[in-house]
């Protein structure tokens, strides 16, 4: 299957910085990229749709200015979570699918767990 | 929002057991997918099921799909301890399958 890679794995932050999370399609063009947040022992909930060349689709409650998302090749979309703080503390993950349409399989990367102090 | 809602929301089982787990939606769908998520690790797709279809199998797994009663279940036959993990649905919806909506997910023990 196809291969989503997503860097880095784990991170441990100071509240306050900003933290950039990669998401690279390896060997498969992405035109749209998503990113998905998980907090222990609950399901994935979509936080937005990271669209090449053009500005990312947020989903309701996930606020844009914190959650920066730019996707600025057709193998690469980045997640920056501006300004931590501890309850941003979560597990982040991206998936990508090779082919446009319906009916796709989604690929996911390995996930990041963030961890704000 | 959810759409999945699985059931049980915890299994265990003794190796060599069959592994039943549900899933509900409520909207119109494309596709189901099934996926597993061992510990604290990204998820492995393991089945996809369009709206069309009433049953797929692959390998040890076999899926059904009720579009009539918005359900969908994941057979795992002859589990084995390395089956331990967590399995989510989730449904391509209507106007973008890409974008899926999961559900909260069944957490699998399969006792050696």
């Known amino acids: 299957g196809a291969v989503v890679s997503q860097h880095p794995s784990r991170v441990i932050c100071k509240s306050g910085t900003s933290v950039k999370i990669e998401c690279r399609s390896l060997?498969?063009?992405?035109?749209?990229m998503f990113w998905y947040r998980q907090f222990p022992k609950q399901s994935l909930m979509l936080m937005a749709t990271?669209?090449?060349?053009?500005?990312?689709?947020?989903e309701q409650g996930v606020e844009k200015d914190k959650f920066l998302i730019n996707h600025a090749s057709l193998t690469l979309s980045t997640l920056t979570v501006t300004s931590a703080h501890p309850e941003d503390s979560s597990f982040y993950i991206c998936?990508?699918?090779?082919?446009?349409?319906?009916?796709?399989?989604?690929?996911f990367g390995q996930g990041t767990r963030l961890t704000v102090v | 929002s959810q759409q999945g809602e699985e059931d049980p929301q915890a299994l265990s089982i003794q190796e060599g057991e069959n592994a039943t787990m549900n899933c509900s939606y409520k909207t119109s769908i494309n596709n189901l997918q099934w996926y597993r998520q061992n510990s604290g690790r990204g998820l492995v797709h393991l089945i996809l099921?369009?709206?069309?279809?009433r049953e797929k199998h692959s390998g040890r797994l076999r899926v059904t799909l009720d579009t009539s009663k918005k359900s969908s279940s994941l057979l795992i036959t002859a589990s084995r301890a390395a089956d331990t993990a967590s399995y989510f649905c989730a449904t391509g919806t209507q106007g973008g399958s890409e974008k899926l909506v999961f559900g909260k997910g069944t957490k699998l023990t399969v006792n050696p």
């Open positions: 099921i369009r709206s069309n279809e």
């Open positions: 998936s990508a699918s090779r082919d446009a349409g319906l009916n796709t399989e989604a690929f």
């Open positions: 060997d498969f063009q992405a035109t749209t």
């Open positions: 990271s669209n090449e060349g053009s500005k990312a689709t947020y």
